[in-house]
């Protein structure tokens, strides 16, 4: 007689939505990611910091990322054995893919240019990736912090 092989508990939950590039769309984004979060139980303090991070790449994706008629996407990705939650927003516009380095030239007397600043200062990583044939995904990975 063999014995039923054990299932292996799910540890990855998944979310991805289209949204119009629009600024509710981007509003949206970060509505939807809130909601994902909290059913799906994550921490406060990350939930806080994933929903400023899907804020501000979702306003990028809508302002930055905008090809008339084409959306954004925004997807989480929560490893329950880390805790960890990956934000991926991905857009129409990948010829020019953000750097920290040219994003931190001084925008304290701008008007734009502290959203990735402000990603650096709450993810644990980030960084981009081509999306083909012509966009670009913007990812961040956001873990429990310990203390």
Request: no cysteine.
């Amino acid at each position: 007689m063999n014995a039923p092989t054990p299932q292996i508990p799910v540890t990855v939950h998944t979310f991805a939505q289209r949204l119009s590039s629009t600024r509710r769309g981007a509003r949206l984004a970060r509505l939807l990611a809130v909601e994902r979060l909290q059913a799906w139980q994550v921490s406060p303090a990350v939930t806080e910091r994933v929903e400023q991070i899907v804020a501000e790449l979702a306003a990028n994706a809508a302002l930055h990322g905008r090809v008339q008629g084409r959306d954004f996407q925004v997807a989480l990705t929560l490893d329950e054995a880390t805790g960890t939650v990956r934000v991926s927003v991905t857009d129409a516009r990948g010829e020019q893919l953000p750097t920290p380095k040219a994003d931190f030239e001084d925008p304290a007397h701008s008007e734009s240019g502290r959203g990735l600043p402000l990603v650096t200062a709450l993810a644990d990583r980030w960084g981009t990736e081509p999306f083909p044939p012509s966009g670009k995904t913007v990812w961040a990975e956001v873990s429990p912090r310990s203390g």
